[in-house]
């Protein structure tokens, strides 16, 4: 079945510290994007791509980068820059605009 | 910059009765409008999507556009406790430049009391 896949489901990192949230599809789409999504509030895109190795910023690109090596990944590394990184982060990915959206990373600040 | 507004809600409504959620865009140039639902720590999933101007039927939901008016609302027959979620409006902007980019509103809460 196709889909987009999202590792891991909770992560928990430290202060300083980098990680990496995987995105992964295998719906043949050219686009693909990272929402974070705070408690009770809306989806605030971060970073999309268009294209394989060519990506934008969104509206609060600082603090974390991405890249788009592979049509079917799309990592998100959430820096040590980003101060309050607490959040529900989703990956989607679309085709004439309609979304398809994995199940989300819950990353959570020790 | 080019917004999605929603009531956060909640909206409360009781079972059996017409939900209406509602959704404002300042961008003139959108085309096209979706509604997606989000159940509590689950990512969105969609409902329905318009870009006609008028009404779009798809089961117990009605979808609603007035371009004219830049106003977006969908409606809940029969609303359910199952339906009880938050409802997240979205808007892709006209033009190539555009590509399939979405822009989100805050989304509306919705709990259906039985």
């Known amino acids: 079945d196709g889909g987009i896949t999202q590792s891991p489901k909770y992560l928990f990192r430290k202060e300083g510290q980098n990680v990496t949230l995987s995105c992964e599809q295998n719906?043949?789409?050219?686009?693909m994007y990272w929402y974070r999504q705070d408690p009770g509030q809306g989806l605030r895109l971060i970073y999309y791509?268009?294209?394989?190795?060519?990506?934008q910023k969104g509206d609060i690109a600082e603090g974390y980068s991405v890249s788009r090596e592979k049509k079917e990944s799309f990592p998100l590394t959430v820096t040590s820059a980003q101060k309050n990184p607490t959040a529900f982060y989703l990956c989607?990915?679309?085709?004439?605009?309609?979304?398809?959206f994995g199940s989300g990373t819950r990353l959570t600040v020790v | 910059q080019k917004e999605v507004e929603q009531n956060s809600g909640p909206l409360s409504v009781p079972e059996g009765a017409i939900a209406s959620l509602n959704c404002t865009y300042s961008?003139?140039?959108?085309?096209?409008f979706f509604w997606y639902r989000q159940y509590s720590g689950k990512s969105p999933e969609l409902i329905m999507f318009?870009?006609?101007?008028g009404d779009k039927e798809d089961g117990r939901f009605t979808a609603q556009l007035n371009k004219a008016s830049q106003y977006v609302s969908l409606l809940i027959r029969d609303s359910q406790p199952s339906d009880s979620a938050t409802y997240l409006c979205?808007?892709?902007?006209?033009?190539?430049?555009?590509?399939?980019?979405?822009?989100f509103g805050g989304g509306t809460r919705l709990m259906v009391k039985p």
């Open positions: 961008d003139r140039g959108s085309q096209s």
């Open positions: 989607a990915s679309s085709i004439y605009a309609s979304y398809t």
């Open positions: 979205a808007g892709r902007a006209g033009g190539n430049n555009a590509g399939n980019m979405l822009t």
């Open positions: 318009i870009y006609s101007n």
């Open positions: 791509s268009q294209i394989v190795n060519d990506f």
């Open positions: 719906l043949n789409h050219d686009a």
